[in-house]
Structures are given as structure tokens and as C-alpha cells.
């Protein structure tokens, strides 16, 4: 069937085929495209750019609805399309009759609402919901116009209560179970948008509601380990991505915990990477996350949730900390002790969400409302700054100034004495911060990528493992398209992490290398405008947002490239060989300068300094039989007097109990490990080891 030239253009505007301004704006909020190319001016309507006469308008519309919605044929576009055509054309109730055919209740629900509605709103919903390019970012603004269109709040509300009801029919048995067939496809995105406004608005009624809908939709009726709908489980973890609340976190951790399904807790594992740091961008709704700390009496003991540092349940009898859990109340409270253990964990999970989301907070704009933490237990192990004077701005160990304004201190912002003081400070307490921030690494930009203007090579051409890549971009909320040489796999990739509250966005180039590993390549920057990203000069990216994007880089590079991998110094592909050879023993990069500078103030304290100097690149161990060379980035060794290297695949942990002033790297353990080891040669009884020294 051809279409007529009008029903042609209006069906490249509904369906999103249509190449031009009309729907493609540079503005990204939801009030252009077909939403502008459809409005009720003076008796007529503005269309594209003519103005129509309505009639003319409304038979091009009876055609498409014809052409889009055959008799006794399948659907040819999404039913908010035939919506918008059906108003034009005047027949509501012919196609929304079509419609109800092939759609759960919940979703034929929403469409009723939006039969009450005009032909602008439904034209610009249509627009709203229609998926967009790679390359355009999407639309702004979207939840938020649907939480003031008629009806819709109340629909929101009113269809999640129905998903309520229906899964708890179905664990009572009133509903068959069928695994994954709870919701139909339909009513899946249906519910996604109303969980999402639900969350925005950051309803009262929603916790209660959604706790009960997630341990439905997570967990069989029957002892199957399968469940009713994983579509809708993971559906919800996309909205409480976008729209993150204390609550929805809790409540998917609690399916996470429940389910039977072996798959769920890994994909819901990769969501949380990125649903923590996304509370971020609301930490007004983050702060209401407790400290944690309890104190309670149990019998005649006394169960206590300390929260410095380390989460940890212990029982007191008295003024004596005890061992283990007494064995009365053991025997007592059952329930209890399980109850409080729960609690234990469900507190370690929420104070590490809390942290998350204050990191990715250093590139926000504007400075969140950190006031409302005042009395948390993670204020007092963190910096912050406060505003004592205008421009001015002093570092303080906790919450500790009232009454100004104050965000978290970050070390690009202070001078070099002042970082030095506050990691001299941080040590000497033992404090054990919830992240990486007194000796957090800082990257500014260098004069070579001042020469290359858009992009950086900074951390290019390294083999890295592409297995624990992945593994490292999902774990900091990069996205990437998985590579490999079969189909629907890609031999470039570019991960993109977005920061600055969705303003700017990072992309690291990678490619597959050879099989099971990539190299890495350039990192470029792009800023949000007009609904599109635009490519940015380094020199205009805020220097907190570059110095956090680099950061991340830097620790891919570390963790996953093959120079930290023994094994490789004899084997594989020549030119593998030698970037191994050249990389194990370069000069450091930010991250290792910064173990650098921890060695320095740790190494004193142990029983092992005497024997122990520090040079630019390596730790240097003196042994009884040899000297030994660590390197500070790679923690390979070369052994005194003629570089010759030794291969140690693994390392007993003799400094244990030595504290260390952050968690996040665990080669600084590493080369501990292996220095306390080698300070003691004499006593290595590893052939393996023993036959490269004493070769």
C-alpha cells in the first residue's frame, strides 16, 4: 500500500523516520520534533512547517491508521503511534479496541489514560518513549513531564498496586504459576515508567509497595528456581538507576538474597555498580540511608553494631568484649541473633552504598546538601572543606564547622603541603577512610595532551586482559559493547562513563589485541548540549571531572594490563614479550607515585625498615643472599647485582595486621608481601624461588 504524501510525512514524524529539524531539535527537552510539529493554532494545525487544514489532516490520518493497523494482521508500529494517529482521525475507539487485544490490563490501563489526553500530549508521550540513536543523548526532563500530565500520578500509583495484587495472588495459588510469565512485554515498560515516576517523586507509599512487589517477582511460589517475571526484576534495577533511592536498593539486595535463580544475583550484582554511584546525583535522598549504629540488649548480654571503619556485630557482657555469640543467647534468641546479623550486613551494604555515592559526588554540580550527614559515622573519617570566608576555603577531619558552606575535599584542590599534612594525619590516626580521598590520586592535564587538543594518549597502547577490563568497567559504571570476532561482537569498543550529573561524559577507546586481550587507546571528552554530546577541547573539562575519569583509566591499566602478570616474561607472542619488558619496570604513573608516597611513611613502622630504601621507581629489599628491586607500579622484582629478574606467582602476607591507609589497592599489599618475604631470604624454602636467587 503507498501512502498518500501527507499520510507519508505524518507517518516519518510518529514513527521517528523523518529526516529533518521538525524531529531531530538541537533542544533536548520533551517539546519539539512531532510534539511541535502538531498544535492546535487558531482552528488549524501547524504541520511541519504548513499550516494543514484539519481535515485534509484528519483523512491522511484515517489512511495511516489503516496502513498501520491491517485487519486481521500484526501491528506495523508501537501502539502510542497508532494513539496519535487515532486522534487526528478521530477514531479513538476503533484502535484502542485493536490495541486491548494484544496487551496485558496494566498496559491497556495506561492507555486509557492517555486516550483522555490531546493529540499534543499524546504526540509528544510518543515522542518521549520512542528509543533515540547512540549519538543523542536522551530526552531531558521526561519522568518529570509525565508527573504533571492528568492522570498519570495516579495511574503510576494505581497500576504498581495492581502488580502488587497480582503477585500476591499468584504466590496464594488464585494464579497459576507460569515462570516468567507474570507481566506481558507491554506491561513491563508500562510499570518501568511508573516505578520511575513513583521514584522521582520519591513517594511515601512506594517502599512498602515495591519491597513486596520485588520478593514476589524474585522468588517462585514453588521450590522452582526460576521466578515470575526477572524482565520486570531488572526493570525496576534500571529505574532505580535512573531514579536511585535508599529504599530500592534495599529492596533489590533482598531479592538478590532470595532468589533461587543463578543467574539474578550476577546481573543484579553488575546493576548495583551503577545504581550506587548514581545516589550521587541525589544525595538528598542518599542521606537518609541510618549510620548504622545499635546497641542493644539481648538477655543479659549486650549485642553492639559499631560502624568505624569496618561494620561489626559484637557481643559484651559488661565492660568485656567477648569472642563469639553467647552461647544463652544462642539458645534464648535464635531469631534475634539472626535478625541482628542481618542487620550487621544490611548495614556494611548501605554504608558502602553511602560511599560510593559520595565519590562519584567529587564531580557534581551544585555542591550537594552534605549538611544532612551531620552525625553520620562516615562524616568523621572523611575531609571536608568549608567556605569560612567567600572564596575561601579551610580543611577540617569531620563535619566540624556549623553554619557555612561545605563540600568534600578532593587533593587537585589543595596544595601540595597541605596534601602531604593530611596523609601525615590519616596515618598517624590509623584512619581508615571509606574511600580513597587523603591519598587519592590527582592527573592534570600535560603539555603533550595540550598538543593533541581533544584527546589523550596518556594511557594507550597497553595489553591488558579484556576479561578483568570488563570486569573493572562495569565494577566503576563504564559502558561498553562486549568485544570479540563472532557475530554481534565488536573488534573496537569505546567505554563511556558519565559524570558531572550527566553533564559530561569520558570515552576510552579499546580494541581486541589478540585473543582474550585488548589494547588500550585514546580518551576523549564530551559536554551535554542541545540534547546532543559535542566533542570538547581537554583544556575546557573541569579539572575535577578529568582528574576522576583519568583515575579510573589509570587503575584499568594497572589492574588488567599484562605487565602484572609474571607469567608473560618468557612466553607468548614476541611483541607481547616486549611490551612487558618495557612496561614492568617504567616510570610510575599518578596512582603508583601515590603508593609511593604511602610506602614512605609505612615502611618505617615495620620490622623490616633497616633493610628497606626507596628510590624513584622501587622498593629496595636487602636480603642476606641478594638485593632485591620492587617496582612500585607493576610489583615485579629484579635482583641486584645484574637485573637479573625473579618470578614470584604468589606471596605469603607476612605484614598482616599492619595498617594500611586505604583498601582500594591491593598492590601496595603486594609489594609489602614480597618485600617482608625477600628481607628474609634465607628462610624461603620455595624451590621455584631458591633456584632463580641463588642462580
Known amino acids: 500500500m503507498n501512502l498518500s504524501p501527507l499520510a507519508q510525512r505524518l507517518h516519518n514524524l510518529i514513527t521517528g523516520t523523518a529526516d529533518d529539524p521538525a524531529y531531530w531539535p538541537e533542544a533536548s527537552q520533551l517539546s519539539a520534533g512531532l510534539g511541535a510539529a502538531i498544535r ?62 494484544g496487551c496485558g490490563p496494566i498496559a491497556v490501563a495506561e492507555m486509557d489514560v492517555l486516550l483522555g489526553w490531546d493529540v499534543e500530549r499524546r504526540a509528544l508521550f510518543a515522542e518521549a518513549v520512542r528509543p533515540r540513536p547512540d549519538h543523542v543523548a536522551p530526552l531531558l526532563g521526561v519522568i518529570e513531564w509525565l508527573g504533571g500530565q492528568p492522570g498519570y500520578p495516579d495511574f503510576a500509583r494505581t497500576a504498581l498496586k495492581a502488580a502488587e495484587a497480582r503477585v500476591a495472588a499468584i504466590h496464594a495459588g488464585e494464579i497459576p504459576y507460569s515462570a516468567e ?89 553488575r546493576k548495583f555498580k ?104 562516615i562524616t568523621d573519617r572523611l575531609l571536608w572543606e568549608f567556605e569560612v570566608a567567600p ?40 584512619l581508615r577512610q571509606p574511600f580513597k580521598q587523603a591519598f587519592r590520586e590527582v592527573y592534570l592535564l600535560t603539555p603533550a595532551e595540550e598538543t593533541t587538543g581533544t584527546y589523550s594518549n596518556r594511557f594507550a597502547r597497553h595489553v591488558v586482559d579484556y576479561r578483568k577490563l570488563r570486569a573493572l568497567l562495569k565494577d566503576r559504571g ?33 580494541g581486541l589485541y589478540e585473543e582474550g586481550y585488548a589494547l588500550t587507546d585514546e580518551i576523549r571528552f564530551h559536554r551535554l548540549a542541545g540534547g546532543t554530546w559535542h566533542e570538547a577541547p581537554l583544556r575546557e573539562v573541569p579539572a575535577l571531572v578529568f582528574s576522576e575519569a583519568m583515575r579510573d583509566v589509570d587503575l584499568f591499566v594497572a589492574v588488567t594490563s599484562i605487565m602484572t602478570d609474571p607469567q608473560w616474561a618468557d612466553q607468548g607472542p614476541d611483541q607481547m614479550q616486549d611490551y612487558w619488558r618495557t612496561g614492568s619496570f617504567a616510570a610510575l604513573t599518578s596512582s603508583a607515585e601515590v603508593r609511593r608516597d604511602a610506602l614512605s611513611r609505612l615502611i618505617g613502622r615495620t620490622a623490616i625498615a633497616d633493610r628497606c630504601t626507596l628510590t624513584d621507581r622501587f622498593l629496595v629489599v636487602r636480603g642476606d643472599l641478594r638485593t632485591y628491586k620492587i617496582h612500585l607500579g607493576s610489583a615485579n622484582i629484579l635482583m641486584e647485582p645484574n637485573d637479573a629478574y625473579l618470578c614470584i606467582v604468589s ?45
Open 274 to 377: 551503577r545504581i550506587e554511584p548514581a545516589l550521587a546525583n541525589r544525595l538528598e535522598v542518599a542521606f537518609r540511608l541510618p549510620d548504622g549504629r545499635l546497641r542493644q540488649a539481648v538477655g543479659e548480654h549486650t549485642a553492639v553494631i559499631s560502624t568505624d571503619g569496618k561494620v561489626e556485630l559484637s557481643w559484651w557482657h559488661g565492660d568485656k568484649k567477648l569472642k563469639a555469640v553467647p552461647a544463652a543467647v544462642k539458645r534464648e534468641h535464635p531469631d534475634e541473633v539472626k535478625r541482628l546479623r542481618e542487620l550487621a550486613k544490611q548495614t556494611a551494604q548501605q554504608q558502602a552504598t553511602l560511599a560510593r555515592a559520595l565519590e562519584a559526588g567529587y564531580t557534581g554540580e551544585p555542591t550537594p546538601p552534605y549538611r544532612q550527614l551531620e552525625g553520620h559515622a
Open 40 to 101: 492546535t493554532v487558531d482552528g488549524g494545525l501547524i504541520f511541519a512547517p504548513y499550516v494543514v487544514d484539519e481535515q485534509r489532516l484528519a483523512v491522511a490520518a484515517r489512511e495511516l491508521v489503516g496502513f498501520l493497523m491491517p485487519d486481521g494482521e500484526r501491528l506495523y508500529a508501537s501502539p502510542f503511534v497508532l494513539l496519535v494517529a487515532a486522534g487526528l482521525a478521530g477514531m479513538d475507539a476503533e484502535v484502542s479496541a485493536r490495541l486491548a487485544e
Open 478 to 510: 563504564w559502558k561498553s559493547h562486549y568485544l570479540g570476532s563472532w557475530d554481534g561482537g565488536h573488534n573496537d569498543g569505546a567505554a563511556q562513563r558519565v559524570l558531572a550529573g550527566g553533564q559530561w561524559r569520558a570515552t576510552l577507546s579499546h
Open 651 to 695: 606471596g605469603r602476607d607476612p605484614h598482616a595486621g599492619l595498617f594500611l591507609p586505604f583498601e582500594e589497592d591491593g598492590r601496595l599489599a603486594l609489594i609489602l608481601s614480597k618485600a617482608f618475604l625477600l628481607a628474609n631470604d634465607t628462610a624461603i624454602t620455595d624451590p621455584s624461588i631458591t633456584r632463580q636467587i641463588r642462580a
Open 391 to 430: 572564596g575561601v576555603w579551610r580543611a577540617e577531619l569531620g563535619l566540624s564547622v556549623p553554619d557555612v558552606p561545605v563540600r568534600l575535599w578532593h587533593p587537585a584542590r589543595a596544595s601540595v603541603e597541605e596534601v602531604r599534612a593530611w596523609r601525615e594525619v590519616v596515618e598517624g590516626k590509623e
Open 181 to 269: 510469565k507474570a507481566f506481558e512485554v507491554s506491561e513491563k515498560t508500562t510499570l518501568g515508567r511508573a516505578v520511575r515516576l513513583a521514584l522521582f517523586r520519591d513517594e511515601p507509599w512506594l517502599p512498602e509497595l515495591l519491597d513486596n512487589l520485588v520478593r514476589g517477582i524474585a522468588v517462585a511460589p514453588t521450590p522452582a528456581k526460576t521466578l515470575p517475571s526477572q524482565a520486570l526484576l531488572f526493570e525496576i534495577a534500571r529505574a532505580a538507576e535512573d531514579y536511585p533511592t535508599p529504599e530500592a536498593i534495599t529492596a533489590l539486595r533482598t531479592a538478590r538474597r532470595i532468589t533461587r535463580h543463578a543467574g539474578v544475583p550476577k546481573e543484579l550484582d
